[in-house]
């Protein structure tokens, strides 16, 4: 799966309180909320916007592909990180397009490379 690195000069980091997360503050500015104590915002910290994230994600996982490989996950989850990116109504639905199509140009999937 393609990462992308997040740069660690100014980069802040909201997490929920879950110990996976523990050390990761050694590189960014790490802020928590805790779930468990019922707190879902600390100051500028909450994980809600992550949250939307993975419920469009699992969305349309089980609603419209009902699985994906691991070798094209990264391009499920391009295509999701698009559709939040791109998708709110203030814009005009032909802008929209237009900006999906500004995005194509010169990219081609043969059959090999998808299925190899």
Sequence with gaps: MRMLPLEASGSQLCTD????????GR????DT?????KEFV???AHANG?????????????????SWSRKH????VDEFSFRLNEGYCQRDTQERLNSLFSQMGG??????ELTG
């Design 50 to 66: 992550m949250e939307s994230v993975w419920a469009v994600l699992k969305c349309g996982y089980n609603g419209i592909y009902h």
């Design 42 to 44: 600390n100051g500028m």
């Design 33 to 37: 909320v805790n779930h468990s104590a």
């Design 107 to 112: 990219k081609t999937l043969t059959y090999r």
């Design 27 to 30: 590189a960014y500015r790490h």
């Design 73 to 76: 996950c990264w391009a499920y």
């Design 17 to 24: 309180g879950h110990k996976g997360y523990v050390g990761l």
